[in-house]
């Protein structure tokens, strides 16, 4: 095996301190889970902490209840708040495990060279750390320049370390929020409405008579009002129309199921609106007064018809027709979902266009039942001085090739980190917070040759994920649990503000990612940027400006806030549009001004090769991404996946349930665990389906190392959306191995 100069290491095992205090963990574990069973009478001693969950980003608002002795019980909804509407998840009440994982990261640590000249981690201060990641910092913007680093966020850490690199001279931030999930729906709907989607999307399920589903698992997917709302839609007799080629578990609700050929959406949803318009079932009066491009848009639909559709997609076309009559029927209380993960193909901006224009036909933005008009209290932000202006950013390095790129792009900033990049613009240190990067963003052997070029990676994670053995430094933050954190102030139904603080005192040598952004800010010089001693300061500061405190605070958790604002157009009412036209642009102004196409075009994607099988991967109700797995309490209810095999495909192979499998990639990559196979008739018999999340290579993570097949290897034909630079990552193929594949050093010993 070749030797580079950043070898992953595997974190040594535990020192004895920190066993003991896993051993006292374990304790608070057992008696936390025995606990359930006590006599209802003492939770009148017990106390609560206001919180919103960080186990998924939903951030639903809730108490965490701790008994006499200091130990974590429960954790359950608070029911003021319209978010969550009083209830948590499976993942939102497992939080506990996430607290009490005797895993978690202990201490810092910094990469060295020992004595043998074998690099490991040593556990050090976190003095030691901090002044180690400032003097490489200091030493990167003289020798290259601020610009040169680069920050990969996700959640509510985000926030803090963004401050720190702007007051730092730099916006090269990114996340795979956005060019690895949501980014294409943004810029599609965007282009639409003149306002993006956000979080939550503001389809006002709860009031729909239809609602329809693309690819989009809700229910496995566990956005916890979504699922509320839905269930409410379906009690109140609301048609439900899926375009899967899986039967998920919305699908089996569905009134009418499409089992979709994948890389065909496009032509569906191209079909509907070509019945929407020629069948005359489009809302003309919304459209007249609202719209602009319908000319163009119906003539360019003209031959667009289900029969043509039935020939890519190979639904019925009668099926095609009819769904399309049943939306219209409901209209304008009927939405089509603009989804989550919204990366597929690499024409995805297009597709979620055509999403959002066939709202627009059925009079869905801005009515009941349809799209509502999201409200908000923005909590401000902390007076500071202002920041420095950076000779570059990413936008020098995106905008030219990605004109709607809205933020930065993490596999923009990924391709600026390899050597051979201009060395201008060249990324030469990483800062990774609340991400497992190496499991977010595709193609792992630009990853691993882009990291050869960094003279710094700084990883701060809760957890060992597998990013953290490729760091130069770890440092170990507190779960959502122990920590102050920026208030939860998104757009809703109704104006709210959620608040989290410390339920408990930190386990073991972690802080939270304020404190840890700050320390770093004083060590660089930065502290006229932190003009606050504490999170506390700030928060109440903030809460004052929106007529509240951090007392207050502390009592509700949750703060709803009169916007003055209406969620859904007055009948008649004129209203202007963010976009070119100050109308809603089925025709885009903004996309012909830029050379992109102006209107949706259905473009032929690759056919799986002979052998192989399209390969869909998902959620699971019980986990996030690949952060939850090693949850004690999550895993308990799923600790792996597998692969979903049709009946049919499955005899051509012998394989049965539970027959052990690898799976292998249309390059040639082989999953490098095993899982075993679900045989049903729930998918397509072209396609095979994979929960996202497990497959851990980490052995520290010891309740999921090794646990199921890790579908982000696997995915190495990556299409990149030429309009906002996101990763398509569904064209990809697999087959299967039945027996364990050999490996190459195995062969040559």
Not at 268 to 277: C, G, P, R, S
């Amino acid at each position: 095996m070749k030797t580079t100069r950043r070898e992953f290491i595997k974190i040594s095992g535990m020192t004895a301190a920190g066993a003991a205090i896993a051993g006292t963990v374990l304790g608070q574990v057992q008696k936390a889970s025995e606990s359930v069973n006590e006599n209802a009478a003492e939770e009148h001693e017990w106390t609560r902490t206001p919180t919103y969950c960080e186990i998924c980003f939903w951030k639903c608002a809730g108490w965490v209840y701790k008994n006499k002795e200091g130990q974590i019980k429960k954790i359950i909804g608070n029911v003021n708040d319209h978010h969550a509407r009083g209830k948590l998840c499976p993942r939102g009440t497992g939080g506990i495990g996430a607290y009490y994982d005797e895993d978690r990261l202990k201490k810092p640590l910094i990469r060295k060279v020992n004595e043998e000249g074998k690099q490991e981690f040593v556990e050090v201060e976190w003095e030691e750390a901090i002044d180690f990641i400032a003097k490489k910092m200091k030493g990167i913007k003289k020798k290259y320049g601020a610009e040169h680093l680069a920050l990969f966020i996700h959640g509510a850490p985000g926030k803090h370390f963004e401050h720190l690199f702007a007051a730092f001279g730099n916006e090269n931030h990114a996340e795979p929020a956005y060019a690895q999930c949501a980014g294409p729906r943004e810029a599609g709907f965007f282009a639409t409405f003149g306002v993006g989607v956000g979080s939550p999307e503001p389809a006002d399920m709860q009031n729909s008579k239809c609602i329809i589903f693309i690819g989009n698992h809700i229910g496995e997917n566990m956005h916890n009002s979504f699922v509320q709302e839905v269930s409410l839609a379906i009690d109140n007799g609301a048609k439900i129309i899926v375009a899967d080629p899986r039967l998920s578990t919305i699908a089996a609700k569905a009134t009418h199921w499409l089992p979709i050929k994948p890389a065909t959406d496009m032509a569906l949803l191209l079909a509907w609106m070509h019945v929407l318009i020629y069948d005359n079932l489009y809302d003309k009066e919304y459209i007249d007064r609202y719209a602009f491009g319908f000319d163009q848009l119906k003539d360019h639909v003209k031959n667009f018809t289900p029969e043509w559709a039935s020939g890519i997609t190979t639904l019925d076309p009668e099926l095609i027709r009819k769904s399309a009559y049943e939306m219209a029927a409901a209209a304008p209380s009927a939405v089509i979902h603009p989804g989550r993960h919204t990366t597929w193909y690499g024409d995805d901006t297009q597709r979620l266009r055509a999403i959002a224009i066939i709202n627009a036909l059925l009079g869905a933005w801005g009515r009941r039942g349809g799209m509502y008009i999201g409200v908000r209290k923005k909590v401000p932000n902390f007076p500071t001085i202002k920041y420095p202006h950076p000779h570059w950013s990413w936008k020098d390095i995106t905008k030219d090739k990605y004109k709607n790129a809205a933020v930065g792009i993490t596999n923009v900033l990924l391709d600026a980190s390899l050597p051979d990049y201009p060395k201008e613009h060249q990324i030469k240190g990483w800062f990774i917070a609340g991400t497992s990067f190496i499991n977010s963003i595709p193609d792992r052997k630009k990853i691993f040759k882009a990291m050869e070029n960094q003279e710094l990676i700084v990883v701060v994670d809760t957890m060992p994920m597998e990013m953290t053995g490729y760091a130069d430094v770890v440092l170990p933050e507190t779960t959502y649990l122990e920590r102050y954190d920026y208030a939860r102030d998104g757009k809703n139904r109704v104006a709210q503000v959620a608040f989290r603080m410390p339920a408990t005192e930190p386990l073991y040598d972690s802080k939270p990612a304020w404190w840890i952004a700050r320390k770093l800010g004083m060590k660089l010089g930065l502290n006229n940027y932190y003009p606050w001693r504490d999170m506390e300061e700030v928060l109440d500061w903030q809460f004052k400006q929106i007529g509240s405190s951090l007392e207050e605070m502390k009592q509700i958790g949750v703060k709803t806030v009169d916007s003055g604002e209406d969620i859904y157009l007055r009948e008649g009412e004129d209203y202007e549009f963010n976009t070119n036209t100050g109308k809603i642009e089925l025709y885009s102004t903004d996309f012909a001004e830029k050379g992109y196409n102006p209107l949706p075009t259905y473009t032929k994607h690759e056919e799986a090769p002979p052998g192989y099988y399209y390969f869909v991967y998902g959620r699971a109700p019980m986990h996030t991404f690949g952060r939850t797995q090693n949850n004690p309490n999550l895993n308990d209810l799923m600790d792996t996946n597998t692969v979903w095999i049709n009946p049919k495909t499955a005899k051509l192979w012998g394989i049965e349930n539970g027959t052990e499998i690898w799976l292998q990639n249309q390059d040639g990559i082989v999953s490098e665990f095993s899982t075993k196979a679900r045989v049903t008739e729930r998918i397509r018999p072209d396609s095979v389906y994979l929960v996202h999340g497990f497959g851990h290579n980490r052995n520290l993570l010891k309740k999921a190392f090794g646990k199921g097949i890790n579908d982000v290897p696997l995915i190495t034909n990556i299409k990149v959306d030429p309009i906002m630079g996101g990763t398509g990552m569904r064209n990809n193929f697999v087959t299967f191995l039945l027996e364990k594949p050999v490996k190459e050093e195995e062969v040559e010993s």
